[in-house]
Structure formats: C-alpha cells, structure tokens
C-alpha cells in the first residue's frame, strides 16, 4: 500500500520560514516524479513545485520562484520543501504528491498525502 506522510507544517510570521517533508513507503521512489500542491481555503488545489525522478529537473509556480526549494532523497525514500521568504498568501494545506506524468494537474497525480497545515501571519 502506498503511503505518503507530510509533515513540518505550522504556524510562522510573514517572512519566516518551513521545511516541509514527505516521506513515501509502498512505492520505489525513483519511479516517480514527485510535487507539492496546495490548497487555501475556498480556493482549488494549486501546483507548488515538482522535482523529477532524480533531482534533475525543478519548477516551480511563479508565485514561489526563488522561495521555495524542492528536493529528493531516493535512498531515504523523502522529498523535502524548504519554504523561506513566507508571505500570509501561503496560507494552505500542502500536499506531497507522486506522478508519472511532468504534469502539473493535480488530476494526473497518482498518490497523495493527507496535507500538512501551513499558516503564515502578518
């Protein structure tokens, strides 16, 4: 069975920063390309970031380009979002998500975790 577990969330002043973690079991890691998404209250679920199966590749969405950092561990079966330079419109459930696909619909992801709650405060 495949679990994916967030964890790291909480509650930060505008400008402060998080970092987040995904740890996945049930699946070979290297396998997939691995995101995070998001989702504020009222609003749809939204891309964050996505890393490819081996680090290789990052993007990010616009709204956190040169903020936020995504990593991988295939070895220790995580993947990490560093989140600096946090604003009150990061507010959010974060989601660690796993996908075959480059895409970034949340439709054509595979797995998901239960989301981790970030609150920002100005």
């Known amino acids: 069975q495949v679990q994916l577990v967030e964890s790291g969330g909480g509650k930060v002043q505008d400008g402060g920063s998080l970092r987040l973690s995904c740890a996945a079991s049930g699946l070979t890691l290297s396998s997939y390309r691995m995101a995070w998404f998001r989702q504020a209250p009222g609003k749809e679920r939204e891309f964050v970031a996505t890393i490819s199966r081996f680090g290789g590749t990052k993007n990010y969405a616009d709204s956190v380009k040169g903020r936020f950092t995504i990593s991988r561990d295939n070895a220790k079966n995580t993947v990490d979002l560093q989140m600096n330079s946090l604003k009150p419109e990061d507010t959010a459930i974060y989601y660690c998500?796993?996908?075959?696909?480059?895409?970034?619909?949340?439709?054509?992801?595979?797995?998901w975790g239960q989301g981790t709650q970030v609150t920002v405060s100005s």
């Open positions: 998500t796993a996908s075959q696909s480059s895409s970034r619909d949340p439709n054509e992801y595979d797995y």
